[in-house]
């Protein structure tokens, strides 16, 4: 497994823009499928977006297309997850994580194997 730690959440108002990045340590982070999810106070943890292991495929929730981004910059073992136009109901923890392999089909973030500790943002209105 990859070791990931995510950064970047805050306290932001409804319309602004933040970056989170998610740095990886202990494997290849090359062969390993990665995504965003956040989970919502009271709420069950819901999929935000993943990115194959070579950029080539991208995927979002229906709740963030167009307005959030995924990105890996694989020379520096990272991810980062662009989020623009946020909405109060975007506040949630967000949580980093990969799957060991270089998978790209839709639906390979169902099985995730690595798991970040998570990073908060809030959204105010």
């Known amino acids: 497994q990859v070791q990931l730690v995510e950064s970047g959440g805050g306290l932001v108002q409804a319309g602004g823009s933040l970056r989170l990045s998610c740095a990886a340590s202990?494997?290849?982070?090359?062969?390993?499928?990665m995504g965003w999810f956040r989970q919502a106070p009271g709420k069950e943890r819901e999929f935000v977006a993943a990115?194959?292991?070579?950029?080539?495929?991208?995927y979002y929730a229906d709740s963030v297309k167009g307005r959030f981004s995924i990105s890996r910059d694989n020379a520096k073992n990272t991810v980062y997850l662009q989020m623009n136009s946020l909405k109060p109901e975007d506040t949630a923890d967000y949580y980093c994580?990969?799957?060991?392999?270089?998978?790209?089909?839709?639906?390979?973030?169902?099985?995730?194997?690595?798991w970040g500790k998570g990073t908060l943002v809030t959204v105010s209105s």
């Open positions: 994580a990969g799957r060991t392999g270089r998978y790209s089909d839709y639906g390979f973030w169902r099985n995730m194997d690595s």
């Open positions: 202990g494997r290849t982070f090359s062969n390993y499928g």
């Open positions: 990115i194959s292991w070579n950029s080539y495929n991208t």
